[in-house]
């Protein structure tokens, strides 16, 4: 079912991005509807990192009140999930899962991304408790802990090396590397990394505790969290129904191009979040969703100025040929 009514602004993804950029829109007077498929990327994590003043605060309270920002200053948002969006006329359709339909002059993609995680069993069940992925969010946390690197691409070496900042119990589980070069060996055994050859197995729990990693030789190496790479997964049939490409390497995650602001390749649609930056933590992903809201902004404000000039001059050249 199309609604009649024609939104300045859609926005696409309710997480730091897209809730920042629709207060923002809102406070600038802007119509503004949050479409939310309620599956944050974080949601399984106990607490967010790196964001001042809201250090360790659950990821569901910070959508929480996003929320309440977004309606208190005259936003909506809509549960639902977008699977397609054209452009006609000046006005994009957005098309949902559940069959209605909504139009609005700019669209606004902060759908973020999904977690493509490496096929270890285990892994996805412990994936935001003991399972994780980056230094700079949970470093802290699990500072002088044993940890282990699941090495799945070249980068695992660095990421050893970088962990190795908060701990100094850190084993290299060489796993899909073939071989490790001497110059990464060495670097390696310099800052007393050690490294785990072959493939791992399993994941060993004790309780609701990670103990270990069982790799296929049967070995059981001792660690209480296992690092992991996850590959970022953007594609939709959203980006796909409006001709939105994607760059990257395959198995490292793939994002939408963007310029500075946020504007993607199609005209009226911009992007923001992880959807287009993959590696930005929270705080960076809601900053991003303001630049793009005043970016939007200013291009509305453009278009209703030319607007009002066409009309001013329709109504004053009969004016001037009476005169």
């Known amino acids: 079912m199309a609604s009649a009514k024609i939104y300045d602004v859609v926005v696409i993804g309710g997480g730091a991005a897209g809730l920042s950029a629709a207060v923002t829109l809102c406070?600038?007077?802007r119509s503004v509807l949050v479409i939310d498929a309620g599956e944050p990327r974080n949601g399984r994590s106990t607490g967010l990192h790196g964001f001042l003043s809201r250090e360790g605060l659950p990821p569901a309270e910070l959508l929480a009140a996003g929320r309440a920002e977004v309606r208190k200053h005259g936003g909506?948002?809509?549960q639902g999930r977008a699977i397609s969006a054209r452009g006609e006329g000046g006005v994009f359709t957005t098309e949902l899962q559940d069959g209605q339909s909504l139009r609005s002059r700019r669209l606004l993609i902060a759908s973020g991304f999904e977690?493509?995680?490496?096929?270890?069993?285990g892994i996805k069940e412990r994936w935001g408790r003991d399972v994780l992925h980056c230094?700079?969010?949970?470093?802290?946390?699990?500072?002088?802990?044993?940890?282990?690197?699941?090495?799945?691409?070249?980068?695992?070496?660095?990421?050893?090396?970088?962990f190795r900042q908060w701990s100094g119990n850190i084993t290299l589980f060489q796993h899909l590397l073939e071989d490790l070069d001497a110059a990464e060996r060495e670097q390696?055994?310099?800052?007393?990394?050690?490294?785990?050859?072959?493939?791992?197995?399993?994941?060993?729990?004790?309780?609701?505790?990670?103990t270990g990693v069982r790799l296929t030789s049967g070995q059981v190496v001792a660690c209480e969290y296992l690092v992991v790479s996850p590959t970022a997964k953007t594609e939709s049939s959203l980006l796909q129904s409006l001709g939105l490409q994607q760059t990257g390497q395959a198995g490292q995650g793939r994002h939408v191009t963007t310029d500075a602001a946020g504007l993607t390749a199609v005209q009226g649609v911009w992007a923001a979040g992880n959807i287009c930056d993959p590696t930005a933590q929270v705080i960076a992903a809601a900053s991003?969703?303001?630049k793009a809201a005043t970016a939007i902004n200013a291009d509305l404000v453009d278009e209703d100025t030319r607007r009002a000039v066409e009309v001013a001059r329709r109504t004053a050249f009969p004016k001037a040929a009476l005169s």
């Open 27 to 29: 406070r600038s007077l």
């Open 76 to 78: 909506d948002i809509l």
């Open 115 to 121: 977690d493509e995680l490496p096929e270890v069993p």
């Open 135 to 162: 230094p700079y969010c949970h470093g802290w946390e699990i500072r002088h802990r044993a940890i282990g690197i699941l090495a799945t691409e070249p980068t695992a070496v660095h990421e050893a090396l970088l």
């Open 188 to 210: 390696l055994e310099a800052r007393s990394v050690r490294i785990a050859e072959g493939s791992v197995a399993s994941l060993e729990i004790a309780g609701d505790a990670l």
């Open 288 to 290: 991003a969703g303001v």
